[in-house]
């Protein structure tokens, strides 16, 4: 079933579907979309947008929309009101091929020592975006630079963003994708307007899912949209072999955070050596399944909530510290049981 692409160039795709510049439908995103198209239509777009959520909702996709609209009718009211523009224009042909010239996407970028994707998104990618933003604007009057993600930036490129942002030119729109808002200099939120993205409904990703895998059976669907915490992104990784069982471990380290299982716990870091990306992968999904657990006690008036939110955050930077340094997964593992233990004493989620 699915799986990420090996190719690190493109290391927001998941191999064997459609990559979110390639995709048009956008679904269960109606607000971000309606407040996109506004601005857009009105002739009164912001600078900068910081899209937020989880990963694998529609961040991408939304980013490519709008970069779409502005290339081929600018901020106007010439193309269609929900943003969308035909597969066949010229424009949208050359953003799915990653060839348009008024469009540049950031990302980290890949170690010429090592082949492999490098840890952060250096000062280096984020100063392109001046000779960019310097360039002539092409045929459709407008340059769109998107960052996936921001949250990847060292601090010598979020402080080289915060200049751009702080003189914007003409005609230039930046679209900052963001897994967690929160972990960005203040006054770079401060320069942008957010368009928040919710997590999909199980009805939107089991329809979804119905389309991406149809060989797959409807109870199977069911539960991976259950488990992938809004995001069809997380519920096609989790189709693949490893994913639904690191889903499931992520699950039970937080049940059992009060008298944790040591053993258990050293043998998930023995299995999260021998896979590759695991320790990432796995990271990912507890941080996913806090934060649900987080939203749904917030919803529900739940009280005593800032240290779980102060935890999310520690087990996320440690996570990426750990990526950093390639520390070993049974450390990072113990380590993340003790925290999640001393808070869950507290009271839990």
């Not at 716990?265 to 320790?279: I, N, W, Y």
């Amino acid at each position: 079933m699915a799986k990420r692409s090996a190719d690190p160039s493109d290391s927001d795709r998941i191999e064997g579907f459609a990559h979110p510049r390639e995709i048009h439908a956008l679904f269960g995103q109606d607000q971000a979309l309606s407040r996109a198209a506004r601005a857009l239509r009105l002739g009164r777009p912001p600078s900068a947008w910081l899209i937020t959520g989880a990963p694998g909702i529609g961040k991408a996709t939304l980013a490519y929309r709008i970069a779409r609209y502005l290339l081929a009718h600018g901020a106007t009211e010439a193309g269609a009101d929900d943003l969308s523009v035909p597969e066949h224009h010229p424009a949208a042909r050359q953003v799915a091929a990653g060839s348009h010239p008024g469009l540049l996407v950031l990302k980290r970028a890949i170690n010429p020592k090592t082949g492999k994707l490098m840890t952060v998104l250096s000062v280096d990618e984020i100063r392109r975006l001046a000779d960019f933003f310097g360039m002539t604007s092409g045929a459709g009057g407008w340059r769109v630079a998107i960052v996936d993600t921001a949250d990847d930036m060292n601090d010598n490129a979020a402080n080289a963003l915060l200049k751009m942002l702080e003189e914007p030119p003409a005609h230039a729109m930046l679209l900052l994708l963001s897994n967690a808002p929160g972990r960005l200099l203040p006054t770079i939120r401060s320069r942008c307007q957010r368009l928040e993205m919710r997590p999909l409904d199980d009805a939107i990703l089991e329809r979804l899912l119905a389309q991406e895998l149809p060989e797959c059976p409807a109870a199977e669907r069911a539960s991976l949209a259950r488990v992938a915490g809004g995001s069809i992104g997380a519920a096609l990784t989790l189709a693949t072999g490893d994913g639904a069982a690191l889903a499931l471990e992520a699950d039970r380290l937080i049940d059992q955070a009060r008298e944790p299982d040591v053993i258990a716990l050293l043998s998930l870091g023995e299995k999260l050596f021998r896979m590759r990306d695991g320790l990432e992968q796995f990271g990912d999904f507890l941080i996913q399944s806090l934060s649900d657990r987080i939203r749904t006690k917030a919803q529900a008036g739940g009280r005593g909530l800032d240290r779980w939110v102060a935890l999310q955050g520690r087990i996320a930077q440690g996570f990426g510290r750990a990526a950093a340094l390639n520390l070993e997964p049974r450390q990072v593992i113990l380590s993340t049981a003790r925290d999640l233990s001393r808070t869950a004493r507290g009271g839990g989620l």
